[in-house]
Every structure is written in C-alpha cells, then in structure tokens.
C-alpha cells in the first residue's frame, strides 16, 4: 500500500469563503466516511436489540450477554487499533479503512452461524479486529481534509454514523427478530457491508498529510514511542480520553441495554422497542452531536481552547436528572419524550473532543493520537460499561426482579459525573497543550 497524496490546497490560513468551498467539494468525501462509520455502528450495535432472541435461543445470563457485548468487542478493538493506526500514519489510510470494513462485516455475517456463547463471543472479537482500522485513520482524513476552524463539525457530521448506525442496526435487527430471525440480520448487515467497501475505496483518494497546517506538516515518521512521549507532556489528552471513557461507560452500556430495559419494564415487544429507540437515538443524537460541534467551532473562533472540554462537560451534568426521570417515569410514552435530552446531551462530546485530540499532536502523529484515544476510551467504554450494567443488574435482581435493570442504569449515572469531572480538568490544560508550530513531529 501506498499514499497517493493530492496536492496541497493551500496555507493554513483560508478565507471564510475559501472554506466554504472546500466543505463543499469535500462533501461526498465526508457522506461517504459517516456511510462507513454508519456501518460500523449497524454492525456494532445490532447485537444490542438481537439480545432479547439470543439470549432465549442460547440461554444466555445478563453477565454473558455484557461480555459478548462489550469486551468480547472491546479486547481486539482497542488493541489491535494502536498498531493499525501506526500503520496509517505511513501507509494509506483508505486503503486500510476499504479492507477494515471487508473484515469486519465478514465477521459480522459470521456471527448468524453460531450456536453457542463461546462461538459467539469469538464472533464478535473478529468483528473487534475489522473494526480496529476503521475510526482512528477517519479521524486523521477529516483532519487533512478540512481546515482547523471546520473541524469540530465535520467530525461531528462524521460521528452522526453513531446515531445512524446505532438506530438502523436497532431498528433493522428489531424488525427481523420479529418478523424473521436473528441470524438472518447478521447476515444481511454483513453482506451489505461487504459490497460497500469497493465503492469507499474508489471515491475517497488519499489526501496530503498536514495540507491544512502549514509549518506543523512533517514528512517524518514517527513510532509509538515517540507519539507516547509527546501527549507524555499534555495531560489535557489523558485527562479527555478518560473522560470520555467515563462516558461511554454510561453511552455504550445505555446503547446496549436500553431495548432490553424497554421489553422489560414497559412490556414492549421486540418491534416496538427497537423502532423507539432507535428513533431516540436518531433524533436526540444527530441533535447533540452537531449542537456540541457548533458550539466548540464558534468557541475555536473566538480563541477559547478550553471550551473544547468545558462544552461537554456542562452536558453531561445535565444529563443526569433527565436520565433518572426518564428511567423512572411510569409511562413507556413520557419515558420516551425525557429520554430525548438526554440521548443529546450525552453525545455532545464527540465533536468537541475529537477535535482537541486532533490539535494536541502534530498531524504525522495524528492516526497514532487517535488509537491511543480510542483504546482508552474503548477499553473502558465498550469493554467495561455493558458487562458492569449487566453484572449489577443480575446482581440486585433477587431483590427487584425484572426491574434490576432500571435500577443498574441508575448506579450507571454515576460515570457522567466522574466524565464531568475529568474533562473540567481539562479544560484548564488545552491552551498549552495544543500543538503549536515548534512541535512537528
């Protein structure tokens, strides 16, 4: 594999009109990374609705389900991303992304064929390795793709593949639990998946590293060792991956279990929980992901780093009263309306922290940053946050029943509070730790 590079653009520097111009030739770039991420998530995600029928079919407990759900996902995800997103600060990204995406839906069809836990949870680690090349090389394209002043929202407009491809894979696998069979969603999200791939890799071309940074583009190379000891020195990185692990904790452990919440507390069939749920996830996610993604460009604008954590950090307190009214609320109908703010609030973070990530390390370095990021962010989101919810929901369930879940969810509020915490802090380290043109790699 080899880069293709474009050619440069122009200066760091551009005029509001000159911008414009480039979002808008770059946009079918953009569309066609958010219909892989969309993927991703379709594939990631579809597991949570199918629960309900696998766990019947193979007589699964809630502990297995959140280990087949998250860290069955998690451990080849988050280690493999590192070495994967090295390459990519080398190699070219798209091409990386093209037979990630082969992977990854290959594995996902696999997982109709199973026909117990520990062929299911080898399933989804395969799905695990697909999808370690698929995030961390997007996020340095956008990156090389957009200037700084456009970047909060076009990753934000990036991550709308997460309420996508969360409520399509909800929706869908709802839909064929009920009408037809859970194997038969893998298999269709995979194949799909798969025939995507070819049609990414002929319209995304490589971009040229950095076209949009001016003194900080390096044609250097730098190892693992050396991106560790640049963000050694910026606690604003570490201080944003583990805040936004906290909150995925709380995030992925909500994606995975709230349809199971919904069938049962609120007596819902399969159907019905999943298309609600989905449609929350799908109006209260694009919502929030693009509100925290205007909000931290118009704060890059204005000079004011620090709002690049303080943004999401406002929101994610403010998730919390809602969340508890909305999992207490004594109508599926008035648990769906609260349950909207939320969802919103709860993913306000994606732009606004991605893009801070991007601007803590020179742009050679950025593919590295970026597994880095998503390995603690993953690990302790995906790995930990639906087997912690599970495990806490078998374990008060002798005293409240079905309705354990409602109130694991409830302990689960906690990570927000934590995530909060973690990302005020960081708020007060960004302005010196954003790279600046001394530090090329």
């Given at each position: 594999?080899?880069?293709?590079?474009?050619?440069?653009?122009?200066?760091?520097?551009?005029?509001?009109?000159?911008?414009?111009?480039?979002?808008?030739?770059?946009?079918?770039?953009l569309f066609m990374l958010v219909l892989v991420y969309t993927f991703n998530f379709i594939d990631r995600q579809i597991i949570g609705i199918l629960a309900v029928p696998i766990k019947e079919d193979l007589g699964l407990s809630d502990t297995q389900l959140g280990l087949m759900g998250g860290l069955a996902f998690a451990l080849f995800y988050t280690s493999l991303g590192i070495p994967i997103a090295w390459l990519a600060d080398r190699k070219s990204r798209t091409w990386i992304m093209t037979i990630s995406l082969v992977v990854w839906s290959g594995m996902t069809a696999v997982c109709g064929l199973v026909q117990n836990f520990t062929q299911l949870f080898l399933a989804r680690l395969g799905v695990g390795v697909g999808e370690a090349g698929g995030v961390a090389p997007a996020y340095s394209l956008i990156a090389d793709f957009f200037p700084q002043s456009q970047r909060a929202r076009a990753l934000s407009i990036y991550s709308f593949g997460i309420p996508i491809g969360s409520a399509l894979g909800?929706?869908?696998?709802?839909?064929?639990?009920?009408?037809?069979d859970w194997r038969v969603a893998f298999f269709v999200v995979g194949i799909a998946g798969i025939l995507i791939a070819p049609v990414f890799r002929m319209?995304?071309?490589?971009?040229k590293r950095g076209q949009?940074?001016?003194?900080?583009?390096?044609?250097?190379?730098p190892?693992?060792?050396?991106?560790?000891?640049?963000?050694?020195?910026k606690p604003g990185f570490w201080l944003l991956s583990f805040g936004a692990g906290c909150s995925s904790m709380m995030g992925y452990g909500l994606f995975f279990w709230l349809p199971s919440l919904f069938v049962r507390s609120f007596n819902l069939t399969i159907l019905e929980a999943s298309t609600t749920f989905g449609a929350i996830l799908l109006v209260g996610g694009v919502i929030g992901i693009w509100g925290g993604g205007w909000l931290a460009d118009r704060?890059?604008?204005?000079?004011?780093?620090?709002?690049?954590?303080?943004?999401p950090a406002i929101a994610f307190i403010l998730t919390i009263p809602f969340y508890m009214a909305g999992i207490m609320a004594p109508s599926f109908e008035l648990a769906m309306v609260v349950m909207l703010v939320p969802t919103a609030l709860g993913l306000m973070w994606l732009g606004p922290v991605l893009a801070a990530v991007q601007h803590l390390v020179p742009p050679n370095m950025r593919s590295t940053a970026s597994a880095i990021f998503l390995f603690i962010?993953?690990?302790?989101?995906?790995?930990?946050g639906t087997v912690i919810i599970g495990a806490i929901s078998d374990a008060l369930k002798a005293s409240y029943g079905d309705e354990s879940l409602r109130y694991s969810i409830l302990v689960g509020t906690a990570f927000y509070v934590a995530a909060a915490?973690?990302?005020?802090?960081?708020?007060?380290?960004?302005?010196?730790?954003?790279?600046?043109?001394?530090e090329r790699g």
């Open positions: 594999m080899t880069d293709t590079d474009m050619p440069a653009k122009g200066p760091a520097s551009l005029s509001p009109q000159n911008e414009d111009g480039i979002f808008r030739k770059n946009a079918l770039v909800i929706a869908f696998g709802g839909y064929m639990a009920s009408k037809v319209l995304v071309k490589e971009p949009f940074d001016g003194a900080l583009a390096s044609e250097d190379k190892g693992v060792i050396e991106v560790v000891k640049a963000l050694v020195s704060s890059a604008r204005s000079g004011k780093k620090a709002g690049y954590a303080r943004i962010n993953n690990l302790t989101g995906i790995g930990l915490a973690l990302l005020y802090l960081a708020s007060r380290t960004l302005d010196r730790d954003w790279v600046s043109a001394d």
